[in-house]
């Protein structure tokens, strides 16, 4: 008999693990990812990919935690496979972006938020808070430095 999705553990570590991470509590994503385990789907790219935004936002301590739990540790390898899974997800491309502004590499990140925007938006993206941000600095980027998108 086939798993139902709402029964599985990896689905509703998924929604744990977005829960940990709107609520800022990201260390409560370490937990919800081990209870994954147990479930045939515990790898799956969309999983990790919300797990990486948890790693991102809980720094290093989450980060130790999660390598002392045997579980991945490192939010850029989580967040490229989503990414090549998913490329015409502009929210990969924007996550990934997120991760280069974090450590100041403002070059990379932007590139990466360009590509994004230049993606058709899908209509529950399109009103996101956060996106809309970064697509208004994008553009206000593009017209004041027309040339900042080429190539170094």
Do not use: C
């Not at 709107?22 to 999983?47: E, G, I, K, N, T």
């Not at 045997?70 to 939010?75: K, N, V, W």
């Not at 808070?129 to 190539?151: E, H, N, Q, T, Y």
Request: avoid cysteine.
């Amino acid at each position: 008999m086939p798993r139902r999705p709402s029964t599985d553990a990896a689905v509703r570590a998924l929604f744990e693990v977005i829960k940990a991470e709107q609520l800022r509590r990201p260390a409560d994503a370490v937990a919800a990812m081990l209870s994954a385990r147990s479930s045939p789907l515990a790898d799956h790219l969309v999983l990790g990919a919300s797990f990486a935004l948890a790693l991102q936002s809980g720094g290093d301590s989450v980060r130790k935690q999660a390598q002392a739990a045997g579980l991945p540790s490192e939010a850029k390898p989580l967040h490229v496979r989503a990414l090549q899974a998913y490329p015409y997800n502009p929210a990969y491309w924007t996550d990934l972006g997120d991760y280069f502004a974090r450590s100041y590499d403002l070059w990379t990140a932007y590139v990466l938020y360009d590509v994004a925007l230049s993606l058709p938006m899908p209509d529950a993206q399109r009103s996101n808070v956060a996106l809309a941000g970064k697509r208004s600095f994008a553009a206000r980027i593009r017209g004041d430095f027309p040339a900042f998108f080429l190539a170094k």
